[in-house]
């Protein structure tokens, strides 16, 4: 089992910036893989960011390329997300998200990768 409780949400104008936590605890190969997601409002939830750890490797939604940074400090099993030159597209809630190796991926921003959740952290952008 695999707790996530995400903080650092908040109100920002355009251009600004947040980073986002993800404190996990539990089982460590459960959480071997970890993402970020966002939901707006009458949308589908996305995945922003994510990083698997074997091997090793980050992937990131078109759209935040180049704004957004994942990473992962083992040490304190907290998983961030720096978020600059944010854009009121970018207001929605996000997740973390977390799960166990899997053999094949499809898509390595597809939900469906990951199994648990954290529960969400709303982030809303002003023009």
């Known amino acids: 089992q695999v707790q996530l409780v995400e903080s650092g949400g908040g109100s920002v104008q355009a251009g600004g910036s947040l980073r986002l936590s993800c404190e996990a605890s539990g089982n460590t190969y459960a959480r071997a893989n970890m993402g970020w997601f966002r939901q707006a409002p009458g949308k589908e939830r996305e995945g922003v960011a994510t990083?698997?750890?074997?091997?090793?490797?980050?992937y990131y939604a078109d759209s935040v390329k180049g704004r957004f940074t994942i990473s992962l400090d083992n040490a304190k099993r907290t998983l961030y997300l720096q978020m600059n030159s944010l854009k009121p597209d970018d207001t929605a809630m996000y997740y973390c998200?977390?799960?166990?190796?899997?053999?094949?991926?499809?898509?390595?921003?597809?939900?469906?990768?990951?199994?648990?959740w954290g529960q969400g952290t709303q982030v809303t952008v002003s023009s």
């Open positions: 998200a977390a799960g166990p190796p899997l053999t094949s991926y499809s898509d390595r921003l597809s939900p469906t990768v990951f199994i648990y």
């Open positions: 990083i698997y750890t074997l091997p090793g490797s980050t």
